[in-house]
């Protein structure tokens, strides 16, 4: 099974759209510049294909900081119309149109964190985006669509989302639902790490082939600043350590962490009790480098190490039911970096000029090679569409 995650910067509608961007001129003055979508749309079509290459294709794919109203409760679906929502699916018909495939659903999404308490800090109000591809995976809650909610099965009777989550073409008109609120032994409702951040967002799914394993996903994007306490609480979810037949074959925790695995320390201290639930880290400074670009007024030309950051802060977790399983398993994980030379294939570049046909960058970032690297064409398409790469996991 193939899963993507991608943290798309503040994704609504806007991002799929010809970009307007204003500027400040020389003399105090403002210049504005329209920028086709084309260029962006082909990056992303690159992404959310695995390069149009079957065996990378992935058959789970969720984008993270979708932006919702702030207004909105905890668990609560978007409203139609808005931006987020609007994105969302306006994404599914292109993922249909990249891949040719109609069978591309989506989950319906829910509110991560709760309304905002006046005078408490709080994270931007955000939903996750999970896209599956029903001729390989079933989508099975673990929860469903109650009086309302998202509720543990038995609550009540299921029944339809509002419009347009209760669409057919849309989320298959399922009344399951993925969870967002998480209790402890005591029924004190676990925090990550406090009242106003943001909850991982609970899937599972089916494999309809192959090993047709039962997989949970938990997909996190933690607050900024209270990154370490958000995925340490992840380790005190029980429905992703259940070691009984029955309970998910592997659990997968993935998404924004912040957590920097460059400080070996902080990642540590972040990790560490998912480690001790046998949870397994995938992406490693050594072989992925990074997850994070530069802005585009920062990125150099020369080599990957001066357009991307030295912050591995996106990653996967991966768990096994039981220890047999897990002393035989074999994943894979990627950061995608689509600019020229990084990685091999599957990805490949969408850049028109290559790296190597530039000059070594010199201190002092003097137009010239600096300043054709970050056309529009170029680094500039991928950067306005996100500062984070996509990560790719094979399980």
């Avoid at 149009?52 to 984008?63: K, Q, R």
């Avoid at 009984?244 to 074959?249: H, I, K, N, Y």
């Avoid at 695995?261 to 902080?266: E, F, I, L, M, Q």
Wanted: positive net charge.
């Amino acid at each position: 099974m193939n899963i993507a995650i991608w943290n798309i910067e503040k994704f609504t509608d806007a991002r799929l759209l010809d970009q307007i961007i204003t500027t400040d001129t020389l003399f105090g003055g403002r210049t504005t510049t329209k920028y086709d979508r084309a260029p962006l749309l082909a990056y992303m079509q690159e992404v959310f294909t695995g390069n149009n290459t079957l065996a990378f294709m992935p058959e789970v794919f969720a984008v993270l900081e979708v932006l919702v109203d702030t207004n909105l409760a905890l668990g609560a679906p978007p409203k139609k119309g808005g931006s987020g929502a609007n994105g969302l699916l306006e994404l599914l018909k292109l993922i249909k149109k990249w891949t040719k495939n109609d069978s591309w659903h989506l989950v319906p999404p829910l509110k991560r964190n709760p309304v905002a308490v006046k005078g408490v800090k709080t994270a931007q109000s955000e939903v996750v985006g999970v896209f599956y591809d029903k001729s390989e995976v079933k989508f099975r809650g673990p929860y469903a669509w109650i009086a309302g909610q998202s509720q543990a099965p038995g609550a009540g009777a299921s029944a339809a989302y509002p419009h347009p989550w209760n669409k057919a073409d849309i989320t298959d008109g399922t009344k399951l639902a993925g969870q967002v609120r998480y209790y402890d032994s005591t029924r004190t409702e676990i925090t990550f790490p406090s009242l106003n951040h943001r909850r991982p967002f609970l899937v599972d799914f089916d494999e309809l082939k192959g090993s047709q394993r039962h997989i949970r996903c938990a997909f996190m994007h933690t607050s900024p600043g209270f990154h370490i306490g958000g995925t340490q609480a992840m380790a005190e979810i029980d429905e992703l350590s259940g070691d009984a037949v029955g309970d998910p074959d592997i659990c997968v925790c993935g998404g924004d962490f912040n957590v920097n695995d460059y400080s070996t320390a902080v990642a540590t201290k972040s990790y560490k009790p998912l480690y001790s639930k046998r949870y397994k880290k995938v992406l490693t400074p050594k072989v992925n480098h990074s997850t994070h670009y530069y802005p585009k007024r920062k990125a150099k030309p020369s080599n990957r190490f001066e357009y991307m950051q030295e912050e591995l802060i996106d990653n996967f977790l991966v768990r096994y039911r039981t220890k047999t399983a897990a002393k035989k398993a074999k994943y894979s994980g990627y950061s995608i970096d689509i600019v020229y030379p990084s990685p091999a294939p599957p990805f490949i570049p969408t850049l028109q000029d290559k790296l190597s046909r530039y000059p070594k960058f010199k201190k002092g970032d003097k137009p010239g090679p600096a300043a054709l690297f970050r056309q529009w064409e170029n680094f500039f398409h991928i950067r306005r569409c996100s500062d984070h790469t996509a990560i790719f996991l094979t399980i």
